[in-house]
C-alpha cells in the first residue's frame, strides 16, 4: 500500500527546517524554534505576524472626532470654532445640507436684489449664475472639507464665489458657510479672503505675533506688491502690534493717507469699504496709533480729532467724546457719543444708554438745568423782552423730563443688545420690573446668555440676582459699576 503523501501543514514545517530562514526572520524567530506550531494555524503562511504602528494619542482622539489625520486644531475662536494653527476653519457642516437648500430657495430673489442693492453681489453677475453657485457653496460645505480644489471646482474666479459666500450670511447656517467659503477661498489665494482670514487669525488669544506664517507673508506681498488696500491697512496693523510702530506709519504716510478723503456717505458695502466693514481700525486711528511714541501726544490729538470731525469714524468720536468728561462738557459729550452711536458702534451705545439711564436716576442733571444754571441774567433792553424769549424758548426747546431720559436709554440698549452686549439686556429686564412689567421683565432676563454676562459682571451677583429674580419683593439695584460712561 501506498505511503500516505505529507500535509501542506507538515510540508511547511520540513521546509522551515531544512532552508537556512530569511534576515527578516532573525531578529524574531530563533533556531530551536523554527519547527514549532506559529500562533497562526493558516497553511503556508511564511510571514511573521506583525502588529501596525500604534497611533499617537492626539491622532486617535482625531479619528474619534472624526478629524482626518494631519490637521491640528490649536485655536478656539470667539464664537467657538476650532481653528488649525493658520486660522483656517476646514470642517464640514454635519446638518441635512436639503434643510439648507430648502431656505435659500424660498429667500433667492430677495437675497439676490437684497445683495445687488447693497453692491456685494459680483458686477455682471445673474440671478441664474448667483443661485447655481450658491448651491454648489451649500453641497460643497455639507459634503467636503475647506479646501482650494473643492472651491476650484466651481469657478477659478474665487474672489467672486467668496462674495457669494458672504452674501448667503441671512441664511440660518449662513455665517458657518461664509466661514467655510472665507477658508477655501483663501487657500485659492482669493485676496478679500486672506485679508479677512489673517485679521481674524492675529484677535485669536493663543497666536504668536511675531510668527511669520504663509498667510501672513502672503498679506505683506498684497500690500507692497499689489497695494491692495484692505491688506496695507492690515500689514500695517501687525507691524504696530510687533511694535514697528515707524515702518507702519512710513507705509500708511505713503499708500493709504494721501488717497482718503473725507465723505457724506458711509459705504454700506465691507467689499468697497477699506476697513472690511469695520473689522480693522481706521486709516487715520492706525496712524495715531503708530505715530504714538514717535511725535507725541499733542500729534496723535490732532489726528484722532481730525478723524472723529472730518470722517466722522464711530471709534474716534467715542474716544473723543470721553474725553470732554475730563472737563464736564456734557453737552458735547452727548453730541458726540449720540454720532459715534448713530454709526452703529456697540460700545458707544452702550455708553450713551449708560448716560441717559444715570441722567433719569438723577445722578447727572439734564441739559435743561445745566442751561438754567449758566444762564446769563439779562441787562438792559434785553431785559424787557425776557418775558416772552423764556416763553418762546419753553415751546421751541420743550425741557426733557427724567422719564424721557429712561425710554432713550431703553432704546438704546435695545440698539446695544443687537451688538451682544449682555448687560445693556439685563439693565434692560430691569428697568422694565422698575415700571412693573414682571411679564416683559421676565422675557428679557430668560434671553440673558448667563455664561457670557459672567465675563462682564460678577459671577456671584449674577447667581444672587438669578435666585431671586421672581421674588415680588426684590428691589434690584442698577449695576452701576458696569454701567460705564466710556
Known amino acids: 500500500m501506498a505511503k500516505p503523501p505529507h500535509s501542506p501543514l507538515l510540508w511547511r514545517r520540513i521546509n522551515q527546517s531544512l532552508s537556512p530562514p530569511r534576515p527578516a526572520y532573525i531578529a524574531r524567530l530563533e533556531p530551536s524554534t523554527l519547527c514549532h506550531r506559529g500562533a497562526s494555524s493558516r497553511p ?105 480644489g473643492n472651491i476650484k471646482t466651481i469657478s477659478t474666479d474665487v474672489d467672486a464665489v467668496y462674495r457669494i459666500g458672504a452674501c448667503l450670511y441671512p441664511l440660518k447656517l449662513g455665517p458657518a458657510i461664509k466661514e467655510w467659503a472665507m477658508s477655501a477661498c483663501a487657500k485659492a489665494k482669493s485676496r478679500r479672503a486672506v485679508v479677512e482670514l489673517v485679521n481674524k487669525y492675529i484677535e485669536l488669544e493663543t497666536v504668536d505675533i511675531h510668527r ?89 490729538s490732532k489726528v484722532m480729532e481730525r478723524a472723529a470731525l472730518e470722517f466722522y469714524e464711530p471709534i474716534a468720536l467715542t474716544e473723543l467724546a470721553i474725553t470732554k468728561l475730563e472737563v464736564d462738557d456734557f453737552d458735547r459729550y452727548e453730541e458726540l457719543m449720540s454720532m459715534g452711536a448713530a454709526a452703529g458702534y456697540g460700545k458707544a451705545c452702550f455708553y450713551l444708554a449708560n448716560y441717559y439711564l444715570r441722567v433719569s436716576l438723577g445722578e447727572f442733571l439734564t441739559r435743561q438745568e445745566r442751561e438754567t444754571l449758566t444762564r446769563v441774567e439779562p441787562t438792559g433792553w434785553a431785559k424787557t423782552f425776557e418775558p416772552f424769549t423764556l416763553w418762546l424758548d419753553s415751546i421751541v426747546n420743550k425741557p426733557w423730563s427724567r422719564l424721557i431720559y429712561r425710554e432713550l436709554a431703553l432704546d438704546w440698549y435695545a440698539v446695544a443688545e443687537a451688538t451682544g452686549n449682555q448687560t ?44 431671586g429674580w421672581d421674588d415680588p419683593d426684590l428691589k434690584p439695584e442698577y449695576p452701576i459699576k458696569f454701567m460705564p460712561l466710556g
Not at 448651491?135 to 479646501?147: G, K, P, T, V
Not at 507692497?224 to 502690534?241: G, N
Not at 458695502?269 to 477699506?274: A, E, K, M, R
Not at 422675557?443 to 459682571?457: A, G, M, T, V, Y
Open 44 to 148: 503556508f503562511h511564511t510571514t511573521p505576524i506583525r502588529a501596525g504602528p500604534r497611533k499617537t494619542p492626539a491622532l486617535r482622539r482625531a479619528a474619534a472626532r472624526n478629524i482626518p489625520g494631519g490637521f491640528s486644531l490649536p485655536h478656539t475662536a470667539k464664537n467657538g470654532q476650532r481653528l488649525d494653527r493658520d486660522g483656517f476653519w476646514w470642517a464640514k457642516i454635519k446638518t441635512d445640507v436639503n434643510v439648507c437648500l430648502r431656505e435659500f430657495d424660498g429667500i433667492a430673489n430677495d437675497l439676490y436684489e437684497l445683495t445687488s442693492r447693497r453692491k456685494m453681489m459680483p458686477p455682471g453677475v445673474s440671478f441664474k449664475t448667483f443661485k447655481t453657485v450658491a448651491e454648489q457653496l451649500i453641497r460643497l460645505s455639507h459634503s467636503e472639507h475647506a479646501s482650494q
Open 212 to 300: 511669520n506664517t504663509e498667510w501672513i507673508a502672503t498679506v505683506k506681498d498684497l500690500a507692497l506688491i499689489d497695494e491692495f488696500p484692505p491688506a496695507v491697512l492690515l500689514y500695517a496693523k501687525i507691524l504696530t502690534w510687533r511694535g514697528e510702530n515707524e515702518t507702519a506709519a512710513q507705509l500708511l504716510e505713503e499708500k493709504i493717507l494721501p488717497y482718503i478723503r473725507p465723505s457724506p456717505r458711509v459705504s454700506d458695502c465691507y467689499f468697497t469699504d477699506v476697513t472690511v466693514g469695520n473689522m480693522m481700525d481706521s486709516p487715520l486711528r492706525l496712524y495715531g496709533l503708530a505715530i504714538a511714541q514717535t511725535k507725541g501726544f499733542d500729534e496723535v
Open 424 to 467: 445693556a439686556l439685563l439693565i434692560q429686564a430691569m428697568v422694565q420690573r422698575e415700571k412693573g412689567d414682571k411679564v416683559g421683565a421676565r422675557k428679557l432676563f430668560d434671553r440673558i446668555n448667563l455664561e457670557r454676562l459672567s465675563s462682564e459682571l460678577p459671577v456671584k451677583a449674577i447667581k444672587t440676582l438669578e435666585a
